[in-house]
């Protein structure tokens, strides 16, 4: 199943990924209607930021994936 | 064959015989008896034993959280309930719940929780009694519900009420909604005890916990300072009782060698709940306390195993410590809306 997201700053080339439940359990507790995820690199964790929650989750790398 | 062989046989007793019940007759007004004053005679009846009423609905919310604090311990004496003036006490050594049960006393025996959660599916009335019975030589400490005679166990083997629940003043508060979306962060491996816990960073107003692949963070209201690491066990009895009596509010109070938290709001307004539990001293790893530090400057770094494994050991040996001199502890309290 793929969904495509809205991202800014993003090269197409590249790929992240993220474990789902980690994902999963991260996103659950946002009480927006709308889920930011702060991206830096492959190896920071993605923020979910919703006051006065907040949730860092550690990047998984793809295999073959492009550095 | 002979048939008057001597032979023994037991005479059965008659039943019809009627029960003779001793009478007191009034004696008449013209004999002597009548006109001499009457005397005190000893009596043969033995004192009372100690015996508690509780309401039905109370005392079936204590056995509901006791029940899992007292399943899990192997000692016999921690799986029983200590009754004290209208509260209850269940205790594993790690996360102690004291219940408010009107009407509770100390009848000098510990009662298994799970007889008591055995009887509350028998028993339909709306008050359960709770009643010391005569000792007998194989068990020492009996007690009856109902008309049942059941074993129970030596109070004196039951951690002291002053051990485990402070008195003394918190050096800090705090107050949190819920801490669910930090709980789920928490690692479920015991013997990391800064992963296996909740980190409370007063002075930064959050609640942290962490698996060392994810990290949950909450802000919580406190105007105090100090990091205080409680167990995950503790802070999901204390959900859980949070859900069940559906509190808005949880108050937390941190002592010296302890930490306490409550919850408000409660519509259970007769039961109320407390919970004490031992704390490791502050040793989160260093790269979630950065990321505490500025939540938007993460530690952009992952633990090698050998910093995690380290940074585990320093934690665990600091807990230790602080459980063997300080009996490090915390506790919980439910307040009534």
């Not at chain 2, 002291?160 to 918190?170: D, K, N, Q, R």
């Not at chain 2, 039961?271 to 505490?292: D, E, I, T, Y």
């Amino acid at each position: 199943m793929t969904t495509t997201i809205d991202a800014s700053g993003w090269d197409g080339d590249q790929s992240l990924g993220v474990n789902l439940t980690y994902l999963y359990n991260a996103a659950r507790f946002v009480r927006s209607d709308e889920l930011r995820i702060g991206i830096t690199n492959e190896e920071s964790p993605l923020l979910i930021e919703d006051r006065p929650y907040a949730a860092y989750v550690m990047p998984m790398r793809f295999e073959g994936a492009k550095r | 064959m002979p048939k008057d062989l001597p032979a023994t046989i037991p005479v059965r007793p008659n039943r019809e015989t009627p029960v003779v019940k001793p009478e007191t007759v009034a004696p008449s007004p013209t004999s002597k008896a009548a006109l001499l004053p009457p005397t005190s005679s000893p009596s043969n009846s033995a004192p009372a034993l100690p015996a508690v009423t509780i309401q039905r609905t109370d005392l079936a919310v204590f056995v509901r959280f006791a029940s899992r604090l007292a399943s899990r311990d192997p000692m016999p004496a921690l799986q029983c309930s200590f009754f004290s003036f209208d509260s209850a006490i269940v205790t594993d050594f790690d996360v102690a719940l004291r219940a408010r049960l009107p009407g509770a006393r100390d009848i000098g025996v510990l009662v298994p929780v799970a007889v008591l959660k055995r009887c509350l599916l028998m028993h339909g009335a709306s008050e359960v009694r709770i009643e010391r019975a005569p000792s007998v030589f194989e068990h020492p400490f009996m007690f009856a519900i109902g008309d049942a005679f059941l074993p129970g166990h030596d109070p004196a083997e039951f951690p002291g009420v002053a051990a485990l629940f402070p008195t003394t003043e918190p050096i800090a508060r705090a107050k949190f909604a819920t801490l669910e979306s930090v709980l789920v962060a928490a690692s479920n491996d015991e013997t990391r005890k800064s992963f296996y816990s909740v980190l409370f960073p007063l002075c930064r107003n959050l609640a942290v916990a962490t698996n060392g692949h994810v990290l949950h963070t909450t802000e919580i209201l406190s105007g105090d300072e100090g990091d205080f690491l409680v167990p995950r066990n503790a802070i999901e009895l204390v959900e859980n009782i949070r859900k069940a009596t559906k509190s808005t509010e949880v108050q937390a109070d941190f002592f010296e060698p302890r930490s306490s938290c409550g919850s408000t709001g409660s519509r259970s307004p007769r039961v109320s709940r407390q919970r004490s539990f031992r704390l490791g001293k502050m040793s989160f790893p260093r790269g979630q306390n950065s990321s505490c530090a500025s939540r938007s400057g993460v530690s952009s770094r992952r633990w090698t195993a050998s910093e995690r494994r380290s940074e585990t050991d320093r934690a665990e040996s600091v807990s230790a410590v602080s459980q063997r001199v300080s009996r490090s502890m915390a506790r919980m309290r439910t307040v009534p809306r």
